[in-house]
Structure formats: C-alpha cells, structure tokens
C-alpha cells in the first residue's frame, strides 16, 4: 500500500522531548544563528544531545568529538560577536562521509586497513564548508571503501531495514535528527538510493561540479559529490558553498562559482513539464508499491507529464557503468586487496576480480559511450524539464546484510546529469524516493522544478 | 662520421633551376606577399612546379588539386588588393597529413578501407589555419592509419632511406621545397621523427594545444598535432594560428591563444642552461654517429649544458605509452580490422590484437603515471631550461620498409610535453635533429630557447 505524503523529512523518531532546534533546516539554522536568535553552540549542543541519544540504535557515526564540534561552534559564535564578515553557513553544523579526507579526524574508509588513518588536509570540499562558516560535526559511517559491504548504520525509520549506502550514516544522521546536512558521494546509487530509503532529500549535482580533490578515489568517471539534507533549499545552498572550481580534479570546469540557491528559490519562467521514464530498471527491478505508487502520481501530475520511454541504447548504460565502476575498484582497491586479502569482504573481493577482467578497449568504449548516450537524453530536455523516475526499486529492503540495489541510479550516474530526491512517498510505512533527473550543469534549473513538484504534491505554496 | 652543420632545412635536392621562392620560410613568405613583393599566385605557382619535378621522386602527396590551390591563391591576392584585413598566414601554402578532414579534398588516413572518403567539414586546425590566410596546398600521405606501415614517401635526402613516419609526406614536402610548412600529428614519434630524418625543423606542442577535432583518433591521451617547417620562426607562426581554445577536444584548456612568435624571437632575459638527458633508449638504441655527435655537441656547449639523468622509474615510460597506444588502437582501429582483416597490414594486425588483450587496470595505471612522471621531470626544469636528447636512434635508416624507431620520443609523448627538433647535425650525408623538451605549456620558451641553441651552434647572431 502506497501513498504521497507531505514530507517532514528528519522527522523519523523525533519526539516531544528533543530540542525544537533539531528540526531546522541548514538555512532556517544559518539565518538565525545570523539574526543572534540562536548561538552556534546551541545549535550544535542540540544536535549532540540527539546523537547521544539516539546513536547506539542508528550507528550512524564514524568519528565524533563533541569537544571539537562545540569548540568550532563558539568560535562560529564569537567571531559574529566580534562583527566578522559571516559565512552563508556560519555555525551550522554539517557531517561529512568518511571517505573525505578531515584533518581534525580520522578518515578509515570504511574499512580496517585504514583502521585509525589520520589525514594531515581536509577535502577540498571541507575547506569550501569550513570557508562558507560551516562547523564540521563529525564524519559519518560508509560502506566498505564506499562500495557494497554494509557498515553498523541502521534505517532510523525501521532499524531492521537497510539505511542504503555507501553514504549510509549521511543518509541516517540527516533522517534521524542528528545534523541538518550531511555529506554523501555516489558511483552507482550511493547518495540518492540512501537519501530514499531514509526519507530525506538527496542531491547527485552534475559530475564535475564538486572537487573530488581528497575523497577516497573509487572510478574516475563516476565519482560525484552532494550533499541530503531537509530541503530542497538546503541541497541548494550547501551545493552552492561546495561548488567552486578546483584544477586539481580533471573533471572539474572553469566557471564562477553557480548561484543555484537564487535561481532553485525562484518561480519557474513556466509551469514545468515533465516526463515520467520509468528507466531501463523499471520492468524487472520495480517492486508492485513502486510501479503504483508512480501511477498515482503520474495521474496527479496530470497535463504537467507525459510518460514515455528511452530508446533500447539506454538499457546497455547499466552494464557500461558496471564496466567502469569494477574496473577501477580493480584498479584502486585491487592493491589492498592483495595487501591483505582476507581484510576485503567477500562480496568486494569478487567485484575487484571481475574488474580486473574488463579489457582497455571496453573500458574506452564504455567511456565514450556517456556522451554518445547522453546526446540522446538531452532530446530528451529539449521537451522536458526533468524526468520523473524512481529513486530506488521499493522502500528500504528488511535486512543489514546489503544495502540495496542501485538500479535505478547508475545510468544516471553514468551519464553525468544531476538527479535529486525527495521523500513524496510512504509505502509500508518506510518513505520512498521521486527522483528527478535533469541536463548536465543544469542543476540550478533542476531544483527549481523540484522545488515546484514538491509544492505540486503537497499542496504547500503555490504550484505554478 | 658525424659532423654539426649549418642547417638548409628544406635544400634537399633543390637546385638552381627551381625558383628561388621554394626556399622562402612561412614567415618570409607571408611578409613578403603583404608587403605586395610577392604574390600568393606565384608562389604557390612555384610549388606546384617543385612539386610537378619532383612528386614521382619522393611521393609526399596523398591529394593535390593545383586548380583548388591557384583558386585560393588567387583568392587571397584579391582579397588583399581589395584591402581587406590580412592574416599571419596570408597566402602562405601550407601542407595537411592527410588523417585531417578537409572539406576540399579526400581524407583517406593511409588505407585503402578510406579511399575516396570525402568529409564534409575541415578539422578544427584546417580552419584555424583557413582563417590565418593560409592556402591549403594539398594532403600529404600518411602512414597507415597512422601507425608504423609505410606508405609511397622516400626521403628525399636519399631515396633508398625512409623519410620516418607516420607524418612521412609532411616531412618530406618540406624537406624538398615543395611547401614551407606542413602539419603533422605524433602519438609516439612521427612529428619529430620523420622531420629529423628529412632535415627539417618539427615542433610537438604541449599535450592539448592544438585542437585535434576532426583528426583521426589513435589515442586521445597521447595524439599531439604540430607543425614541421624551414626555420623555428615558423614553427612559432603556425603553431600561434592553429592554438586557440576548442572545447570539441577534451584535452585542449581554456586560455587566450598563446603569444608564441613573440616569445619565441624574443632573446632569452638570461642565457639557457641545458641538461643532457640521452633518455632511457639511450644506451640499447642510440647509434655510434649518434652518441659521438651528442658527445661532441655537449662538449661544445660547455657551461651552458650539464649531462644528467633520469631516476629509473622513467624507463617504465615507453613501456606505459606503448600499454595506451595499443590499447587505444584495438579500440580505435579494431573494428576495421574486424570488417576487413586482410585489408590491414600484418604489423597492425598484430598491434590490435595485443591492445585487445590491455585490461582497463594497466591503462588506467598508465594514464595516472602520465602525471606522476611528469612531476618528476618538472623538477629538471626548476634547473634548466630545456632537455638536449636525440630526435632519433640515428639518421634515417635504410630501407623503405620501415619508417624507424619512435623510441626517443615516445617518452616525451607520453608526458605530454613540448619536444621541437632542429636539423643541426649530420651523419652519412644524412641528416640528424637535435630534440628540446620544455616543461608542458610553456612552448613559448622552449622555442626561445631552440632559437638561442641554434645560433648558439651556427654562429648565427648572437647566442645570448
């Protein structure tokens, strides 16, 4: 049983007697922290008190130093009584993958090999949060080097059902009260799968819009950077503070840096117009609440989206990733592999050998093939805002053994384009994701027109 | 026996019947026909004289229609008595391998599985060099595909030797005095190669340049274009005309069109100190004529050039170029083999089998190390301003079977940096280059300093 709902995305387990400050949304947060109505501290102290609480059950959290965090969030406080110059995220607290590099913490990876790893840099991203006045909160739990083997996280909506991954602690931490933004990364479906299944925002900006610079390196052409959080204004704002150009990652362009909160807050020029495509997944992946779950909404949308359907090219995009993503797991885990073999799961050790497999030319092949697919989706944005498509086969599956399947990310991935999810749907009592899809380095455009679907569904503001 | 000389480049076999404009650089062409001295008519009218004398000789010519040529000749000449705006190239013939698409002529890339291929547009360079006033002579012949079979050129330095490859009717067009200046391409070694094997000045720019839009792709991490020519001055010229920005080739970066002549003829602000590198083919590969010429050249430099060397790791370089090139040319090159295997010669045959058989591990390790040895070489250039290394094992080897070995090249390719050769020594009656290697981006300077060498070597002006 399936049915749209009016998210309140962060609220699952929040109770009566946990701070009202635990609520905020990083932009509610930074504009009273800016106005004096609340202190850093305050806020951070909030958040801590929740995470104390709750983080036996959830297991979200890799590394925390609640006297480092707090000590962050008074010098947040003391440099706005001193007058300084205050950042768009001054004091607000933000968790960050365990697979960024942080000097203040440690960086395991989600694996034992790098048991205790203290990098000497933070990311490139963290710089940019720290520079936008961000107090980094702690790092948060990932699956095993940011691929299938599950860690300790749980789904705060059921902890009997997988939080997804790899950026599972981001995806738990954001839905369980614990720290209004979170930081995640996605090679298959790791951000936009997790964000689904624990009934938060997510956002996969373009590939190249966020520097890579000091993140766990896991396939090249692939890797890319967002933030979940609460809000569609939040995906926003943080994207924006993350989003500038670095020369030290190859897939980073030169550009300003892009003013997504302005033009995403906006109105839409004209009423969006979408298309539901149920990707090549739908058929054999989408689980029955799926498939009436979307035809409901596909009926709602009414005149406002058309169903239709890629052509057959677009079903070979899942294996083209998969030939990617192993072949450089191979490359960049095979040597810890052989290192210590018996430390790499079971299910990693058998991808890394398939990777070691796949041959140069179908490496090149499937390379070339993103752009050659995605001259294809971009007829499809000459007629469509977005396209509507599933976040994730169902709901968050029972079991911690797996973190659920990307199917319905990947091809996404492959391509490049931004993809963004918001927690619209409810089936079994666990959220589920309505991931919208847009053209590459479009990102501001495209959560604008989410930022109208949502008000579309739930009825909130105006539609139009 | 081995000798250093005073460089004719492009005085092969030119006697004094020819006209004297056949001997005329890019530069001095160009100023002389906008100064009205000379007429883009009958210039290029005595090339295609040179040509007609000459072409059964040498076999530098895949496509020449003297019509086409005269018609833009005279074009130009119109163009300029109407006062029109003039470019750097104004009426200037310039020679295109024939792996360039060309709107006005076959591209057929060397195989009979292209003859007759008429495309519809100029590559990126063509039109670069179409709007710096240049006419477009004609194609020259190609290897096939590129690679290492040879096609119908000999050099004309001595016909029972191989002009080098695969740019072999380039270099060998301008060694004879039918053109000032013709383009060449270089994945392993056939600019540098075959323009040292002919006597003629061969520039390979930085990795990324010159747009390579509308080339024939062998290997997109290694396949540079650049110029062969009379004089470094061209070399400067034409590079300048052919070097702005092209975001249809990922590898070409965003910035102003480089100010190359002007550096180039500028005087160096203090005198060049040059480190000796025989790089690692130096031992196995380099010929007796060739150790004592680079003996005798170092010695001649004295204080202005130190004999060093590379740490060992670079010896995996040509081992690492060759694991992208073949890799890259199973992809590339693959499929027609497919089509039509007994159409492709026996050598490539054999190459695209072993690239088919690369895994995408060892060419993506490949691709890392590009930027890993180059860190290494950078710091040579915290002390010196250019790399003296052979163009060649030796001069032009015997036979026409073979166009060579790219092995002192091949290195430089990989790393991407700039190499130009310069016609400074001899052997056997045959020519032999001397290579510079500069730091990547920096080709200015090194053809600063290619210029104070070769007065520094001639007695020509000042060195300093």
Redesign the interface.
């Known amino acids: 049983m399936s049915e749209t709902r009016a998210p309140e995305a962060g609220d699952a387990g929040v109770g009566d007697g946990d701070s009202p400050l635990i609520r905020l949304t990083a932009s509610e947060a930074a504009a009273r922290i800016a106005s004096g109505e609340i202190s850093s501290e305050e806020l951070v102290s909030a958040c801590l008190t929740r995470i104390e609480a709750r983080e036996e059950t959830v297991g979200a959290w890799a590394h925390l130093d609640p006297d480092h965090a707090l000590e962050q969030a008074r010098a947040a406080d003391r440099a706005r009584a001193a007058g300084h110059g205050i950042g768009p995220l001054h004091g607000v607290p933000v968790a960050i993958k365990d697979i960024f590099v942080t000097a203040a913490a440690p960086t395991e990876n989600g694996t034992i090999l790098h048991a205790g790893r203290q990098p000497e840099h933070d990311a490139s991203l963290v710089e940019q949060l720290r520079s936008a006045g961000a107090v980094i909160l702690g790092k948060t739990v990932t699956t095993e080097l940011a691929v299938f083997h599950p860690g300790k996280t749980r789904n705060p909506h059921n902890l009997d059902h997988t939080p997804g991954g790899s950026s599972s602690g981001s995806a738990a931490a954001v839905a369980d009260g614990h720290v209004p933004v979170a930081i995640g990364s996605q090679t298959a479906g790791s951000i936009i799968r997790p964000a689904a299944f624990c009934g938060v925002f997510g956002f996969k900006p373009t590939f190249g819009l966020v520097s890579r610079q000091g993140v766990l390196p896991q396939s090249?052409p692939l890797d890319t950077l967002g933030p979940m959080a609460r809000s569609i204004e939040d995906l926003a704002l943080v994207t924006h503070c993350m989003a500038a150009h670095d020369p030290r990652d190859a897939a980073s362009w030169?550009r300003s840096r892009p003013p997504l909160p302005q033009i995403a807050e906006s109105a839409p020029p004209v009423v969006p117009q979408l298309a539901f495509i149920g990707s090549p997944a739908w058929e054999e992946e989408a689980e029955p609440v799926t498939k009436e779950a979307f035809g409901e909404l596909v009926e709602h949308l009414g005149d406002h989206c058309d169903a239709t359907e890629l052509p057959g090219l677009f079903a070979e995009g899942l294996a083209w990733q998969r030939?990617l993503q192993l072949?450089?797991i191979?490359?960049n885990y095979?040597p810890l592999q052989e290192k210590a073999p018996n430390k790499i799961s079971a299910k990693l050790t058998e991808m890394i050998e398939e990777?070691?497999?796949?041959?140069?030319?179908?490496?090149?092949?499937a390379r070339e093939m993103q752009d050659v697919l995605y001259a294809g989706l971009a007829q499809v944005f000459e007629r469509y805002d977005a396209i509507v498509t599933p976040a994730a086969p169902g709901p968050a599956p029972s079991g911690l053994d797996s973190t659920g399947s990307p199917a319905f990310n990947a091809l996404w991935t492959y391509m490049g384009v931004p993809a963004v999810t918001l927690p619209l749907l409810e089936a079994d009592g666990l959220p589920m994701g309505v991931q919208l899809v847009g053209p590459r380095r479009d990102d501001a455009r495209l959560l604008r027109t989410a930022r109208w679907l949502l008000r579309f569904v739930t009825g909130e503001g105006e539609a139009a």
């Open positions: 090249a030169p030939t072949a450089d191979a490359k095979g990777g070691r497999m796949v041959t140069a030319v179908a490496y090149n092949r």
